[in-house]
């Protein structure tokens, strides 16, 4: 299924895949397998599970995982930075790498980043360890951080998306 341009898609299935030459990725709310390719352009996965390889040339990687996959989870780009954000109690087995970048991992995932003769690495297991978790990438930095996932709330009273705390 070929992808257009800074288009958004919601959807759930067993296996999502998809390339694009030029433009934005955007995937939200999806629970598949997904693997997505990308040339020219940004790829963005939020609120999603089931990763399994997500690939840009030029262009930066932007994930929020809901949970960890049942499968290997690998994020590649040649030129750009990949960001990832995991939730709390996340497990896997990290492995991680730029050339010519930086890697930060959040403190509480209990991984070290080395240098190395050329870039850095980060190599480990998070939490009690799990599936392999790849990150990647030539020209660009690679940030893994945690947060707080918290499920989308329902109010009967018919308030606006966005508003928080009541304001």
Do not use: C
Not at 119 to 146: C, F, P, W
Not at 148 to 164: A, F, L, W
């Amino acid at each position: 299924m070929p992808f257009q341009p800074a288009t958004s898609w919601k959807r759930k299935d067993t296996i999502y895949r998809g390339t694009q030459k030029i433009g934005v990725i955007k995937l939200s709310d999806v629970k598949a397998e997904i693997l997505v390719t990308g040339t020219n352009g940004s790829i963005e996965l939020t609120d999603v599970v089931g990763v399994s390889k997500i690939r840009t040339v030029n262009g930066s990687i932007r994930a929020t995982l809901l949970e960890a996959s049942d499968r290997a989870m690998e994020f590649d780009s040649t030129n750009g930075t990949i960001d990832l954000t995991v939730p709390l109690g996340f497990e896997a087995d990290l492995d991680a790498s730029t050339v010519h970048g930086t890697i930060n991992v959040d403190e509480t995932l209990g991984v070290l980043v080395e240098k190395v003769t050329v870039g850095q690495k980060a190599r480990g297991q998070i939490g009690s360890g799990g599936e392999r978790l790849k990150m990647g990438t030539v020209n660009g930095d690679i940030k893994l951080v945690t947060a707080e996932v918290r499920p989308p709330t329902r109010s009967t009273k018919g308030s606006q998306k966005g508003k928080e705390n009541g304001n």
